[in-house]
């Protein structure tokens, strides 16, 4: 029985993705109706590729019904979005003639990388450091904080995506855009997730830990999977670089998601979406500010 | 004093895992050092230095030279800019650790140094005079600062565990000893 998701949404971004993450994986066959989408953003992409590869894993044969608006095709062609969706997603129509269409007409800065090895992280954040600087002329001192927090949740990716025993192949994905006020870094992998990396250190084994007091508690209190002082400082450090910046801060992983701005967290309960999502709005002033 | 540069690793020191690399390298160094001798770890020229990175290759060696893994030995950072310092600060203050940065180490005054790490107002005002003279026996330590020999006797013993001064026991012609307390950046 095919089972659509169908409560159409017009913008893909962070929250409004809650409404597509179907709530019953029991189902051999998944359709995700996206014709009436007229808006994504990198977090929307990035979650949407997640999405799909975390129901290709379950076995889950998924039909997306692509956007009707030409802007958001194009958007999705030059985001790398039919490259990184798994091949075995079925889609409504043919997308084959995006490829010719020119990549990146305004110049704006849309960079998508893959990650999959610890040891590519730097020159994936140099890369999209140099941009920023470079072409956006954007202020060196606060880029390089930037890249702290670029580095930081990257190297989770190999780090923290598989578990010593499983045979997942640590892969994630990750998208960078600017806006007109802000610049937005999202990235995702459809790996064990938060609570399970936690799980794997004894210490936490015996607490009542769901997926959003996992997500909290590495917030707050630096909970990580390695039973080593100094771990687990990582995540804490990009929460206090985003908010020195007043900036938002979402995590998002399996069914848990955290909500961070102006020292505040907010914690949900959302839909099972594999794996872990993060994303971070940055305001553009703090990079075009002389010094921070 | 020992150089480590550690621009060969580039201008951005960013994974645990190039910090790990890193760790194994300046052990190494420590481990060819005589006792006494202190190894400067150059970060001048140093764009942006990761928490990740600052806790595997400069905090964990820190922990193992207060503990004395390596014997009586230290460590300096030289680093002219106080952006690349703050992720370092925030690794050492979760392990309660605490570092001696100089700016130029060719001009070493007063102001050409600073600590970081644990912050405690009343050792940093011990190494501040420790510095200041070079060398110091802790009776005069204690008759500067105003405070008790007993009191004096556990800030330098506390700053010494830190690895941010040296210390000399020595044994007077009387029976008794006293502790010659040095500052590590003058040496």
Same mark, same amino acid.
Request: proline share 3%; with cysteine.
């Given at each position: 029985m095919k089972v659509p998701i169908n409560k159409t949404i017009e913008e893909l971004k962070a929250f409004t993705f809650e409404r597509l993450v179907p709530i019953n994986l029991r189902e051999k066959n998944l359709e995700i109706d996206l014709r009436s989408v007229g808006f994504v953003d990198p977090y929307g992409m990035v979650s !949407?590729?997640?999405?799909?590869?975390?129901?290709?894993?379950?076995?889950?044969?998924?039909?997306?019904?692509?956007?009707?608006?030409?802007?958001?095709?194009?958007?999705?062609? =030059?985001?790398?979005?039919?490259?990184?969706?798994?091949?075995?997603? $079925?889609?409504?129509?043919?997308?084959?003639?995006?490829?010719?269409?020119?990549? $990146?007409?305004?110049?704006?800065?849309?960079?998508?990388?893959?990650i999959c090895r610890e040891e590519d992280v730097v020159d994936i954040v140099d890369t999209f450091a140099n941009i920023l600087v470079t072409r956006h002329r954007f202020n060196r001192q606060t880029v390089n904080k930037f890249s702290e927090i670029m580095i930081e949740t990257f190297q989770n990716i190999p780090q923290h995506s598989s578990s010593s025993t499983d045979d997942y192949e640590p892969e994630g994905i990750a998208a960078?855009?600017?806006?007109?006020?802000?610049?937005?870094?999202?990235?995702?992998?459809?790996?064990?997730?938060?609570?399970?990396?936690?799980?794997?250190?004894?210490?936490? =084994?015996?607490?009542? !830990?769901?997926?959003?007091?996992?997500?909290?508690?590495?917030?707050?209190?630096?909970?990580?999977?390695?039973?080593?002082?100094?771990?687990?400082?990582?995540?804490?450090?990009? !929460?206090?670089?985003?908010?020195?910046?007043?900036?938002?801060? !979402?995590?998002?992983?399996?069914?848990?998601?955290?909500?961070?701005?102006?020292?505040?967290?907010?914690?949900?309960?959302?839909?099972?979406?594999?794996?872990?999502?993060?994303?971070? =709005?940055?305001?553009?002033?703090?990079?075009?500010?002389?010094?921070? | 004093?020992?150089?480590?540069?550690?621009?060969?690793?580039?201008?951005? +020191?960013?994974?645990? /895992? /190039?910090?790990?690399?890193?760790?194994?390298?300046?052990?190494?160094?420590?481990?060819? %050092?005589?006792?006494?001798?202190?190894? +400067?770890?150059? %970060?001048?020229? @140093?764009?942006?230095?990761?928490?990740?990175? #600052?806790?595997? #290759? @400069?905090?964990?060696?820190?922990?193992?030279?207060?503990?004395?893994?390596?014997?009586?030995?230290? @460590? +300096? @950072?030289?680093?002219? #800019?106080?952006?690349?310092?703050?992720?370092?600060?925030? #690794?050492?203050?979760?392990?309660k650790l605490a570092v001696l940065i100089v700016k130029n180490q060719k001009d070493l005054s007063e102001k050409n140094w600073t600590c970081i790490g644990i912050k405690k107002d009343h050792l940093n005002r011990t190494l501040e005079e420790v510095i200041k003279h070079k060398k110091i026996r802790t009776v005069e330590l204690s008759q500067i600062l105003g405070i008790s020999l007993t009191n004096c006797n556990n800030r330098t013993t506390e700053l010494h565990r830190l690895g941010l001064i040296d210390r000399e026991r020595v044994n007077d012609s009387s029976g008794g000893i006293y502790y010659i307390n040095k500052s590590i950046i003058d040496g």
């Open positions: !949407l590729i997640i999405l799909a590869k975390s129901l290709s894993l379950k076995s889950i044969e998924v039909k997306i019904f692509l956007p009707d608006s030409q802007d958001v095709l194009n958007y999705l062609e =030059r985001m790398d979005f039919f490259k990184e969706v798994p091949s075995c997603i $079925n889609f409504d129509k043919d997308i084959s003639y995006l490829q010719y269409n020119i990549r $990146n007409p305004s110049e704006s800065l849309k960079e998508v990388k893959k960078i855009q600017d806006y007109k006020d802000h610049i937005y870094l999202a990235l995702g992998d459809a790996g064990i997730g938060i609570k399970t990396s936690l799980l794997q250190n004894p210490r936490y =084994r015996r607490m009542a !830990l769901d997926d959003t007091r996992a997500i909290a508690n590495v917030l707050k209190y630096g909970f990580s999977r390695y039973d080593v002082p100094g771990r687990g400082g990582g995540l804490q450090r990009v !929460l206090s670089i985003v908010t020195r910046f007043n900036g938002q801060l !979402l995590i998002r992983s399996m069914q848990g998601l955290v909500f961070a701005r102006k020292g505040k967290m907010k914690c949900f309960t959302v839909g099972n979406v594999g794996g872990t999502l993060i994303g971070i =709005r940055i305001p553009k002033q703090v990079f075009l500010q002389e010094s921070t | 004093m020992k150089v480590f540069d550690l621009k060969r690793y580039g201008p951005t +020191l960013g994974t645990r /895992q /190039q910090g790990r690399q890193a760790q194994q390298e300046i052990e190494k160094e420590i481990h060819n %050092m005589p006792y006494g001798e202190k190894l +400067l770890l150059d %970060m001048d020229g @140093i764009d942006i230095i990761s928490y990740s990175f #600052a806790d595997e #290759a @400069i905090a964990i060696i820190i922990q193992r030279l207060t503990s004395r893994e390596y014997g009586n030995k230290f @460590i +300096l @950072i030289r680093c002219s #800019a106080q952006d690349p310092l703050e992720a370092l600060e925030v #690794a050492l203050e979760r392990r």
